[in-house]
């Protein structure tokens, strides 16, 4: 009979410093021995941003690029040194990644800026992993693994947003993680190999998606995502403290508030553990005791839920209206999302009459142009930015009724269960967020 297995997910915060892996290690220790465990790691900290900044000095300020280099090098440099005071762990593998990342920076491939990111950004987790593995290899009283994701998952070559292929990947998860005896095996997120052997990312935050799949491939008894948070709240506790735990919610619940902001999941990671009715924790980091949230396949139930809040900063709104006066709704849905969807861009709200199809879309500085201009070929095309998403789930009469009475919304929506504003910066400093903040 197989060892039972379980995917626990550590993201940047949790491996922040020396401490942090320690209090991990401490988390790891607590799985039964009988178990596998599947560790899935960001890059430690701030790494991946320090990464994208190494990024932009080859590009664009090689004058900063040493600098750079060696403020990732330090920080991953100290940590290495710091955990070997716990025992002496072998880290050359992590250390000649970092002198190979060295290397690639001032020998960048003349590629698309895409194919570039994700050759460098990756070594963030990369480095991250050989570095957890090491050290728990030292600290553990069971076989400690490492694997190299881009050996697992396969996907398709659309560089920061690569799509996992799910038929070759599933079976290639379950040779690389099978074990006759438990054992720990510690792997990266993020990160796929593309059909031309060249690594590509799954998108920010990706690493949430990569536990999931691994635990839907591996049939997982539960998949946990360790967080600097109590678990999934009604609210971001950094806008509204009094923001509540929801011990429990149903899959289709959590999918809509990740979708409409909510940072506590990344949207992606939902659908693969739905689908395969593995239950999802996400528990405290600091206080690992404490259950959390559990999300998982729930009878939907009349009553009063709580109401529930999430908002998307640095939004866009696209309003398109046809140049000659014609205007073939159906066709022109299709033009604009084709165009969308081929620079990468994901709509967060659509509003369409008549004459005008209107879009609310992340600010993304790298995809955002290129999909302006080709929707000035077909279109006239009114731009606003600065803006923010708010969505609200189960807003009570009383709530409805005060943000009603506020004036300079740019977009309202309103269903039986949701409410979602688009407004302006001012407008949400003044009106919108002091009423949803008495509210919750």
Known sequence: MPHAIEVYKFGGASLRNADAVRAMRDIVRTVPLAHRLVIVVSAMGKMTNALELALNAALHAPEQLHEAVEQIATFHRSMVEQLSADGQGDYSAALQQLADLEVLLTHLPGSSFDQVYDQVVPYGELISSLIVAAYLKVQL????????????????????????????????ARLAFSSERPCIFVTQGFIAQGPEGTTTTLGREGSDYSAA???????????????????FLTADPALFPNASLLPELDYREAIEMANSGAKI???????????????????????????GSAICNLALHDGNPPTQIAIREGQVLLSLSPTDLSFALQDTLAEAFGILQTHQLRTNLIQASAISLSLSLDNDPTHLPPALSALQQLFHVAYNEGLRLITIRHYTPALRAALASIPGFLIRQETRTTLQYLVREKDWAEGYYPTLLEAI
Do not use: M
């Not at 999941?265 to 259950?291: D, G, T």
């Open 265 to 291: 999941v990344h949207p992606k990671a939902l659908k693969p553990l739905q689908n395969a009715c593995i239950p999802l924790y996400v528990r405290p980091f600091n206080q690992p005791n404490e259950q």
């Open 141 to 172: 009283s069971i076989p400690v693994q490492w694997v190299d994701i881009r050996t697992v998952f396969r996907s398709n070559s659309v560089y920061r947003a690569a799509t996992v292929n799910t038929a070759i990947s599933e079976p290639l």
């Open 213 to 231: 799949l691994l635990g839907a491939f591996l049939q997982a008894k539960a998949v946990t995502i360790w967080k600097d948070v109590p678990g």
